[in-house]
């Protein structure tokens, strides 16, 4: 009876806060527009950082469409210098909904010409020029062909920022400040194939030539700022310069192309009548790394942490990850992590990557990311002894315990700790169950933990919160 009383308590409570939401949804929207509004309209997040070298993946996606991933985009604090490699599809906006400082961009750097990491250029200047009331053009540095892009956009954007000036006031639209004004990075020659062409202020920047042919030059970049290093890959196959200029670095920022998928993707294009897009899957295979080829780099340059981005193809869950990254664990023992938009690689703490930038992201979501091999064991280990607790209806610290029990449930936490090495060693691992939960003859009614990583907007479900577990 009291059993049932309870039920009915709860089931009318529910029904009160429906009726509540449902009869005051406007008064709640724009309660909940406000505190947007106030946490991040003009927030320059940027300036919350350390001082350091912080990377802001503002697109981690190639020409294929993408619903969570940009376009090729990287968004570069070095202390108070700012600036951006790539202009990919999306990338701009991504920037801005992350409080990046578009309007201090001092310099942009194309690492080639292809339409994928140039065909947001435009956009990205004209946010840089109202942003900052800028009173001189933007620079864009790239290989030789820049002076044209960068005119071709001039030209595309010219009679859009007579209204922005008409309508906003120079003070804002400045003409003077309108556009880009191209700089043609020279590429490097003799051995290794590397550069410095910026060395300012405690900023070093290397240009790297890589391997991308037919594209003549291709560029990677490697950035260096107080003892700490990134190294931007741009498109590239295996490249022994890139390993060379990349050594000892932080993070290397890898493109990746899984050829087994995009050989599915041309076999079915084919199969299907689509003789060209089976022709264009094909062509892209040689051209770009594995992942696995993007490992070896990392091992060889003896990179803390490897990052993969431009990837090829899309992969709409992270649940595919793991097929993404095939052997790639195998060719390096340091972390590993699939890029994903509106994340900061923050190298002033050992590489980890923290997610809080993005919207509902927070500073120590992966504070797993960049420990050694064996601290990261050991905190797997005790994120899944908190969860065998939880799942067997113990007690947690500060009394918490999860309803229902769920002293049955497979160990499906293949992420809890957001490594490659989780990943694999989770799915060999199942919780025993207390005596008493074995021979009940039903199935426990638990849910499983997330099996995908809390990013911008995924969390983990409840169970796993009220569990203890971090990342």
Known sequence: MRLRLLVLGVVGLVAVAAACVFLFQRQIGEAMFRQAVDENVGR????????????????SGSPMPDALRAGPCLGVVAGKHVIVVDAGSGGPRRLARMGFPVGRIEKVY?????????DSLGELMLQAWVGGSRGQPLPIAGPQGVEDVVAGFNAAYRIDSTYRTAHHGADVANPAGFGGVAEIIPAPVGPGKAAVIHDQDGVKITVIGVDHAPVEPAFGFRIDYKGRSVVISGDTTYSAELVAAAKDTDVLLHEALQPVMVAQMRDAAAAKGQPNIAKVMGDILDYHASPEDAARAATAANAKALVLYHIVPPLPSSLLDAAFLGDAPANYKGPIR???????TDLMSEGRLEVGVGPGGNLTAFTAFGLESDQRHALFDANLATLKTAWSGGTLAGGDKLYPASPTLVDRIWQATFTVPGARRAPRRR?????????????????????????????????????????
């Open 44 to 59: 320059d997040r940027a300036a919350e950082l350390p001082d350091g070298l912080h990377v802001f993946v503002c697109g």
């Open 110 to 118: 194309l690492t080639h010409l292809h339409s994928d990491h140039i």
């Open 338 to 344: 699939v890029a994903e938009d509106a994340v900061v």
């Open 431 to 471: 919780v025993t169950p207390p005596a008493a939960a074995r021979g009940r003859g039903r199935r426990s009614r638990g849910v499983p933990t997330a099996a995908v990583p809390p990013t911008s907007d995924r969390r983990p479900c409840s169970s796993g919160r009220r569990a203890g577990v971090r990342g």
